[in-house]
């Protein structure tokens, strides 16, 4: 079972940056998919930023440009958020998922958007205007 660690977040005011770093433990496969997902208060759950185990990375929209999701170590990754705005406000979970079969490129087929069943305890992120 994979399990999530993470750490980093906090209060910034608009402009800012912050950094939020993530260990799994329990991933025993060499096909994988681990990121953030985030959830505002009222809003659904959204996904942020996604690396799979062939370094590529998947971005929402509202972030490209000013996040940058980074793997280094065994199955440890981290967030850089640049440019904050009071909209980035939201509690951030960091999220992983392995393959049983070997896929060489799981986000180009599509298998990094979503299914995401384990999730850290979570983290807060508040940009003030």
């Known amino acids: 079972q994979v399990q999530l660690a993470e750490s980093g977040g906090g209060s910034v005011q608009a402009g800012g940056s912050l950094g939020l770093s993530c260990a799994a433990s329990g991933i025993t496969s060499g096909t994988y998919c681990m990121g953030w997902f985030r959830q505002a208060p009222g809003k659904e759950r959204e996904r942020v930023a996604i690396i799979d185990s062939a370094g590529d990375t998947l971005y929402a929209d509202s972030v490209k440009g000013r996040f940058t999701i980074s793997k280094y170590g065994a199955n440890k990754l981290s967030l850089q958020m640049n440019s904050l705005q009071p909209e980035d406000t939201a509690m951030y979970y960091c999220?992983?998922?392995?393959?049983?079969?070997?896929?060489?490129?799981?986000?180009?087929?599509?298998?990094?958007?979503?299914?995401?069943?384990?999730w850290s305890q979570g983290t807060q992120v508040t940009v003030s205007s």
């Open positions: 999220t992983a998922k392995s393959f049983l079969s070997t896929i060489t490129t799981p986000i180009r087929r599509g298998l990094c958007d979503g299914g995401y069943i384990q």
